[in-house]
């Protein structure tokens, strides 16, 4: 690995509003625990929706610095774009729709997620047209009712892959599926699932498939379910520091740490008598005399409105909860006596070890889920990543080995 890491970055004018701070130190940290977790398995970076908010190119190398070996996205969109800002690893994308970009994703060399006969056909047309064989992962659905091949439509894609492979136009490279319940330890879902997929599975290999890879378990899962880890962990939210759930754990108890940070800077103090109404509808009233503190983010930035009253904010060090409706671009905070400077630091979520809230307490106040909390973080808050690396000399070798580059 090459030298120096820097530690931060300097806070530039278009940082005044507001920022989102990504820790890639702590994102390594939580890559290298989710590792220890895995027991041995590959780990997949999931770094879909932009890296759930906290910024795609930056996350995944961080996660292949700190030991992935594979890089996913959701999107064969995401994914090229990944190979363009020179993401070298292995690289799979699934959420594939009639007429995608089949051709470019073979010359890119993606790992392309086929959940029917359609998306195979396609893939065999683009690598007929290229001279090149398209790598594929057969997704079974295993009871998510999502995306993934049936049960009872297996047969017929598991033949036509061996075709295609006996042409030489794909080779099936992985195996794979999905939970629907795993961040509730204890759905009896997830015995339901795991056994599909192992049968599932077994016919695929009694026919001739040779997958490089076989997965199952996204971040909830490699958490609490080892029988789940296979050949792989798919790590997404818990990559970030987010715990999957409250009945998985805490992200304290999980042994991760919040990467992101979320902080404004208020725009403007002023005391109001008793009375007043706050923000649209008035829907809050002052009780006293009070300052109140203005934090110019809002929906528009990605603060749920549904936290509007609900909200708690970390405001001059102090905490204080959004008084009156979240607006479009500003919600307001209720002092009482406490006074404020304008550009004083407003944290809405952080790790939560110096008072501020984090991401689960806003996904609470919202009624949501935290990876809402953090994805949703809009595009006008600017990310700043702190504790870059410079690039790995030389990735990792994944499982399977590395790609052949044509």
């Known amino acids: 690995m090459k030298s120096t890491p820097t530690t931060t970055h300097p806070r530039h004018a278009r940082d005044t509003r507001a920022r989102a701070e990504i820790d890639l130190a702590a994102l390594r940290a939580n890559v290298e625990t989710m590792r220890a977790r895995a027991r041995g398995a590959a780990l997949m970076a999931v770094v879909k929706s932009d890296g759930y908010g906290h910024g795609a190119v930056p996350c995944a190398r961080a996660a292949l610095q700190a030991g992935a070996t594979w890089v996913a996205t959701a999107t064969p969109e995401e994914a090229l774009a990944l190979r363009a800002a020179g993401i070298d690893s292995r690289l799979m994308c699934w959420l594939w729709t009639p007429g995608g970009p089949w051709r470019e994703g073979i010359e890119a060399d993606l790992d392309m997620g086929v959940s029917g006969t359609w998306a195979l056909s396609e893939v065999i047309a683009a690598a007929r047209e290229t001279g090149r064989t398209a790598r594929v992962q057969l997704k079974a659905d295993t009871g998510l009712g999502r995306n993934g091949c049936q049960p009872a439509d297996w047969r017929e894609l598991i033949a036509a892959a061996r075709a295609a492979e006996a042409e030489g136009a794909v080779k099936v490279t992985g195996v794979w599926s999905h939970f629907a319940c795993a961040d509730e330890p204890g759905h009896p879902s997830i015995r339901h699932q795991l056994d599909t997929f192992r049968e599932m599975l077994a016919y695929a290999e009694g026919e001739g498939i040779e997958p490089e890879i076989r997965h199952m378990a996204n971040s909830p899962a490699a958490l ?161 990543h702190l504790n870059e690396l410079p690039e790995l000399d030389e990735a990792p070798e994944p499982a399977g080995g590395r790609p052949d580059r044509a």
Do not use: C, N
């Open 224 to 384: 609490t379910l080892p029988e789940s880890h296979f050949d792989l962990v798919r790590t997404g939210i818990a990559m970030y520091g987010v715990s999957p759930s409250p009945e998985v754990g805490t992200h304290q108890e999980l042994g991760l740490r919040p990467v992101m940070r979320l902080v404004a800077h208020v725009a403007l103090a002023k005391r109001v008598p008793a009375g007043h109404g706050i923000s649209y509808g008035h829907t809050y009233a002052t009780a006293d005399e009070t300052t109140l503190a203005l934090v110019p983010v809002g929906y528009a930035d990605g603060v749920p409105r549904h936290a509007s009253g609900r909200g708690p904010v970390l405001v001059g060090g102090e905490r204080g909860t959004v008084a009156g409706r979240v607006a479009m671009d500003q919600f307001v905070v209720d002092l009482g006596g406490r006074k404020v400077q304008e550009g004083a630091e407003a944290v809405l979520f952080g790790a939560g070890d110096r008072g501020e809230p984090t991401a689960e307490d806003w996904a609470r106040a919202a009624g949501t889920i935290a990876y809402e909390i953090v994805t949703r973080i809009g595009k006008r808050v600017p990310r700043v």
